[in-house]
């Protein structure tokens, strides 16, 4: 396989279109109106500082960019582009009062500029400010309605809303001007699997591959894609692309892969290699490119459900699909017995997912979130975090008592050993959930409004994990009516006998 010698790593998921807001884009500073001839001079070193510092900005380079436009605004006060630009800077930097209120002080001078708008659309959304978002995609649409990238923004404002079918007119719309769009693509297929269309949607759902974030991801692969043909006599590569829990979601496929292909092999990242390997139909995980042996075909994991025509009835349903080594088991039973309270409760929780997934800021949570479960009595909290959250460092108390084991949680096997020595988990919509689902072992879901797709919608049960039970917010950002509902359902459980 031709192939750079790097790590096989699980790439960060693609950006859930309907739910994950985007950060604003530079603002289109070409679009301005020409100056006054007397201030030309002046205005060009304005218009040549800003796209210097448009290009800092898209080099990621945020304090520079911040500086340049600084300095002009220092010059010229209130000037329109600058400070719509530095409002894009600071959304980046997650200065997200400061961005909007930057970039409202644009529009009042200079309103018709639908760039500023559509940007000031996603940092509403990021405020959970949705029907402000919806107004403001709209006029972007209103002044530039042949760019279909307006029309997404839109779109994604209205998903926020929960207007799913006005949501797919502006996805429809977007790709009636750019037939190709593939977030407008994705973004129809993530509604279409949240309602159970499964079909149409995993047709829609392989856009997720043509997002420019997606790409790069994988090197060049020396072998075709598969499209699901039997091949009794050849090897099949299956890459575990996206998220973990997208990897652990979907690698129950890969009996069914083995059934097709007379060797599966597993590319992935060494995190999830340990629980990988104990699939059934699993030759051998590799984790790096340069280890992989040659293949006829190659697949990525989350193509899967899409190959092989899954709906709702037809979801692969035998759990557990990993299994643990019992020496891991035994020692984590060892550790909980000595460190955790006889007779309570064995309760796992994880409030934080990878600060880097586009919607982090909206499915995680702040351990001071969770204190009303710490007055829950008889029950022992065992953080599964696998890096505690530097800044819920200062309040470990929320949770009494609370067993941090983040030191020992090296890889999945490990956290699935830990997970099965619990008696339930609860945690935010991240690889824990789906760990314990692939387990069978009980656990609950706190899920941000709007959820990913493959939660579906206004469920509390998941026919992917049979073990799960869904707590959903009722109002996008507010996490106190799910705690409360989980403080409920604890009290319900029986406690371990002493």
């Not at 218009?47 to 436009?69: P, W, Y």
């Not at 042949?146 to 994604?156: E, M, P, T």
């Not at 190709?180 to 079909?199: D, N, T, V, Y």
């Not at 204190?371 to 008889?378: F, R, S």
Request: hydrophobic share 45%.
């Amino acid at each position: 396989m031709s192939a750079p010698t790097t790590p096989v790593a699980t790439p960060p998921a693609p950006p859930p279109a309907a739910a994950a807001p985007a950060v604003p884009a530079p603002p289109g500073l070409a679009a301005q109106p020409p100056p006054p001839a007397s201030t030309a001079e002046r205005s060009k070193a304005i218009l040549e500082q800003l796209q210097r510092a448009e290009q800092a900005m898209l080099a990621k380079r945020l304090g520079e960019a911040a500086g340049i436009c600084q300095d002009v605004l220092e010059a010229v006060p209130d000037h329109p582009p600058a400070l719509a630009l530095l409002g894009a800077i600071l959304g980046h930097r997650g200065d997200l009062a400061r961005a909007t209120s930057l970039i409202e002080r644009a529009l009042a001078k200079q309103p018709n500029v639908a760039s500023w708008h559509t940007n000031l659309s996603g940092l509403y959304r990021l405020l959970y400010r949705f029907d402000d978002a919806v107004a403001a995609a709209r006029e972007a649409v209103r002044l530039q309605p042949a760019i279909a990238r307006f029309q997404v923004n839109l779109g994604k404002a209205l998903m926020d809303r929960g207007e799913r079918d006005a949501a797919i007119d502006a996805f429809l719309a977007a790709l009636a001007r750019e037939p190709a769009h593939p977030e407008a693509h994705l973004a129809i297929g993530q509604i279409l699997l949240a309602r159970g269309e499964m079909k149409p949607g995993w047709v829609e759902y392989e856009w997720r591959n043509q997002l420019e974030q997606a790409k790069g991801m994988l090197p060049k692969m020396a072998a075709p894609a598969w499209n699901g043909m039997r091949l009794p006599d050849d090897r099949i590569l299956l890459v575990g692309d996206q998220g973990y829990g997208d990897t652990l979601q979907f690698s129950r496929y890969i009996p069914e892969v083995a059934a097709r292909c007379r060797e599966v092999v597993v590319g992935c990242s060494p995190d999830i290699a340990p629980l990988l390997r104990t699939i059934r139909g699993v030759a051998a995980c590799h984790t790096r490119w340069d280890q992989i042996p040659p293949h006829k075909v190659f697949c990525l994991m989350s193509s899967l459900p899409g190959i092989f025509a899954t709906d709702l009835p037809t979801i692969p349903a035998p759990i557990p699909y990993f299994s643990v080594d019992p020496p891991l088991i035994r020692a984590w039973q060892t550790r909980f017995e000595r460190d955790l309270p006889r007779g309570a409760l064995r309760v796992g929780v994880a409030w934080a997912g990878r600060t880097t997934h586009p919607n982090d800021r909206r499915r995680s949570m702040r351990l001071a979130d969770l204190a009303p479960l710490g007055k829950v009595a008889g029950v022992a909290f065992v953080s599964l975090q696998q890096k505690f959250p530097p800044r819920d460092r200062a309040t470990p108390n929320v949770l009494p008592g609370l067993l941090d084991v983040s030191e020992a949680l090296t890889n999945f096997a490990e956290t699935a050993a830990a997970i099965i020595n619990l008696d339930l988990v609860i945690c935010v919509d991240t690889s824990v959930g789906h760990l314990a689902g692939a387990l069978g072992k009980p656990a609950w879901l706190m899920l941000p409004t709007p959820s990913d797709w493959r939660w579906l919608l206004d469920r509390s049960d998941s026919p992917w994990y049979p073990s799960l039970r869904l707590f959903r917010q009722s109002r996008a950002g507010d996490w106190s009516e799910v705690t409360a509902a989980i403080v409920q359902a604890l009290e319900a459980l029986p406690r371990r006998a002493k």
